[in-house]
Every structure is written in C-alpha cells, then in structure tokens.
C-alpha cells in the first residue's frame, strides 16, 4: 500500500517528547507575534513558516528509529539518520503546499470571510503536497526528463 | 502578555495536532509533509483575523510565501545532508536553522524592497 496508518509511533513517544512539541508550537506561535509587534506583520509572517518543529520531529524520528532497529538487535544509529533525512524530504515537498496555503490567504482574506479561507487553504494545502508527494514516490521528475531528453534526441535526428 | 499566553496555547495545541496525525503515517516521506504543515501558520492568522483584522493577516500570508520558499530549501539542504552523510540530526536541523533565516530574510529583502 502506498500509504498506511500505523499507532507504533504513539506508543513510542514519550510524555516530554509531547510537551516539547506542545512547547515549541506554542514558541514560535507566541514569538512570530512578537516580531510582528516589533518590526511589522512583514516581518513577522515569515516566521509562520519556520522550521522549529521539523528540527524537533526530525530528530524524534531519528530517535525511534534507532530504538525500533536496536530492540530487533541491528546497529540502529545509521538507519535512524536516514529515516531523519526522510523526514526531512517530505517536509520539502510539504513546503510547495505551505506556499500554496500562503497565497490563498494573501489573495482572499482581505475579501472573503476567514472562517472559510483558512479551513479551504489547509485543503489546499494537502491537495498540493499530496500530489507532490505522489509524483516524486513514482519517480515523475525523472520520467519528466528521461521524456524531455528522448523527444528532444528524435526532434534533433528528424 | 494575555495575548501571548493565547498564542502559545493555541500554537502549542495546533503543532500537536498535526505532529500527531504525522506520528500515524507512514512512510517517513509522507510522514514528513507534516512537517511543512500550516500549524502555526493556522494557529497565528486565526488570531491575527480576531484581533488586528483580515488586512494584518493577509500581509502575513504574504510573507509567508518567501519562509516558505526558504523552508522548502531548509529541508531540500537538510534531507541531502541527511541521507549522503548520515551525521546526528539535532546539531544539522539546529544550525540549518540558520540557513533559514538568511534565506527567509534576504528574500524578504530582495523581494518585498524593505
């Protein structure tokens, strides 16, 4: 299946790895507020984009990982850094529907009410990463170019 | 400080959420697009819309397109570095924080003219 839904990652976590979460959410919440108080709502919207929280999953991943492999006796420490690097890629694909979210709030708050732009950006913001993350899990990009390269090679012999 | 209480409640509230529902999922690369989730950003515009209005908010939204783009490389540099040189995760994702924030501000820079 290309995608499942697993409760071994909930039973992993730990109590404090909650709160740590809870506490950088609540961090980067309350400190994006301040820059904007400070120095602008120009300023301080970027900051609804910073990465706190993918540093803390990444390394949580990393964690489990390692843990899952050492109790079946493998040598976990590398097998947990590639699952971090993982991580990390999905959150790069996530970041085009992170962009997407963003330019439909720009564009049609000022008109429309919030209670509907917000509830329809985060839709559109897993309409696009989805897809995103769709395409480069069937090596689309490649085939992309590998296609590209081939028409190319036919038009340049035609 | 009310105010600050609020946001970090929410804020906190909204990242659990989404780190939750990423804990369930599995791969790890469509685990990991929660990571780009809009949980702050969610959490800040609700707020912003209540309490400073929908103009306030949208010109967040704006900025928020360019920390996108400086996330997006942030995760492209950190996943390269990650999966080719398997070093610990926690000093790489701490002082790639950095990388970000050049990124998000020297696009804000160039972009929006400030």
Redesign the interface.
């Known amino acids: 299946m290309l995608?499942?839904?697993?409760?071994s990652?909930?039973k992993r976590?730990k109590w404090y790895e909650?709160v740590i979460?809870?506490?950088?959410?609540?961090?980067?919440?309350?400190g994006?507020?301040?820059l904007?108080k400070k120095f602008g709502?120009?300023?301080?919207?970027?900051?609804?984009?910073?990465?706190?929280?993918?540093?803390a999953?990444?390394?949580l991943?990393?964690k489990h990982e390692r843990e899952r492999k050492q109790e079946k006796g493998i040598h976990g420490r590398?097998r947990?850094?590639?699952?971090?690097?993982?991580?990390?890629?999905?959150?790069?694909?996530?970041?085009?529907?992170?962009?997407a979210?963003?330019?439909l709030?720009?564009k049609f708050?000022?008109n429309h009410s919030?209670w509907i732009v917000?509830p329809s950006?985060?839709l559109l913001?897993a309409l696009v990463?989805?897809p995103v993350?769709w395409a480069?899990?069937r090596d689309c990009p490649y085939r992309l170019k590998l296609a590209l390269l081939r028409s190319s090679a036919n038009q340049s012999r035609g | 400080m009310k105010e600050l209480i609020v946001r970090f409640l929410i804020g906190g509230f909204a990242v659990s959420m989404f780190s939750t529902i990423s804990d369930l999922l599995k791969p790890k690369t469509f685990a990991g697009l929660f990571g780009a989730a809009p949980s702050v950003a969610l959490a800040s515009l609700g707020l912003t819309v209540l309490m400073q209005g929908t103009a306030t908010a949208a010109t967040e939204a704006r900025s928020m397109i360019l920390g996108a783009v400086a996330l997006f490389i942030y995760a492209s540099v950190m996943s390269r570095v990650m999966l080719r040189f398997r070093p610990p995760a926690l000093p790489v994702f701490l002082s790639g924080l950095l990388l970000w924030l050049a990124v998000a501000v020297g696009l804000w820079y160039v972009v929006l003219g400030v």
């Open positions: 995608v499942s839904v697993s409760t990652g909930l976590a909650y979460r809870f506490s950088l959410g609540g961090l980067v919440t309350a994006a507020a301040l904007a709502p120009e300023f301080g919207g970027l900051f609804l984009a910073f990465p706190a929280i993918l540093a999953s990444a390394t991943v990393e590398y947990g850094r590639f699952a971090a690097g993982a991580d990390a890629a999905g959150a790069a694909m996530g970041s085009f529907g992170l962009m979210f963003a330019v709030v720009w708050l000022p919030a917000l950006a985060t913001w990463s989805g993350w480069w899990k």
